[in-house]
Every structure is written in structure tokens, then in C-alpha cells.
């Protein structure tokens, strides 16, 4: 039944939820189980209880032909960091290998910006066998694998 219910719960005015109320439409529901009817041995949202795996996959497959249609989900933009921007960062010590903050914000950036990583949580997630290093007739080069995001929210 919840499947069916993440497929055709909509607003008054018959229009879907944008993906994040969805979302959190779905969490509310997991709280009156636990709450008001002391069922604290289910967690639809839970990876790991492969009870509601179908109820998980539905959820996940509704939030991302949402965000396909665009219902919820605002475009940010953000203009890149040009030349200059990044020289300031080196130069102000923002950015620096003299001190672990600076070699911390560098990681961070130049994960941003080489491997495409945007998420805090593409950073929490990073494991090092994603990193292999070799040589070829250029040099030497670094290549990053990235793994398989689990859902649109990422």
C-alpha cells in the first residue's frame, strides 16, 4: 500500500509534491508508526531491511521522475571560480600545504573541481581505493572512480 501511495499522492489542486515534501511525507509517516502506534521494529527508510526494499525503490523512482519533470526542484547556479579566484585562495592561505585547514579546504576544492564532487556527503563518502595513481608517457596522473549515488538527493 505505500508503494501505491508514493505513486499517487498529490496536493489538493491534483499536482504532485515537489521530491523533498515527498520525502518528508514519508519520513512523517515513519514517525506516527513509531510513535503512535509503537512500531519501532520496521524502518521503511532503512537500506539495510530489505522488507520494504520495493517501498524504498518506489520512493526513489518517484523523487527522480520528479525532479526530471522539475516539480520542486530550483536549478541553483553558482558561477565558477575563475583563474583569479583561485590564485586569491592560494594567496590568502585559504588554501595552502603549510597548515592541515589549508590542505583540508585544498582537498575539498580541487575534489570539486577535477572530480566533480558537489554533495558534503560525495566528500563523507570518499573511500581511498577510489583514487589510483600510475604513470604513463605524459607523467603521472591521479584517477577517480566514483561510486554509485543511492539517491537523487546527492
Partial sequence: WLTR???????QDGTPYPFKTLY??????????RDNLGRHDMNFLNRNDVRFAECRNALDTRMRELTAQGVGGET????????????????????????????????FYYNCKVFGLHSMDDHLRLQVDQYQFGRDNTGAYMEYTGSVCENVQG
Avoid at 5 to 11: A, C, L, N
Avoid at 89 to 102: F, K, N, Q, R, V
Wanted: glycine share 8%.
Fill in 76 to 107: 541553483r547556479r553558482v558561477d565558477p571560480l575563475t583563474e583569479e579566484d583561485e590564485e586569491l585562495l592560494w594567496t590568502s592561505g585559504t588554501i595552502s600545504t603549510e597548515t592541515a585547514t589549508g590542505l583540508s579546504y585544498g582537498v
Fill in 5 to 11: 501511495f508514493i505513486f499517487e499522492i498529490r496536493k
Fill in 24 to 33: 518528508g511525507i514519508v519520513a512523517a509517516l515513519l514517525r506516527h508508526f
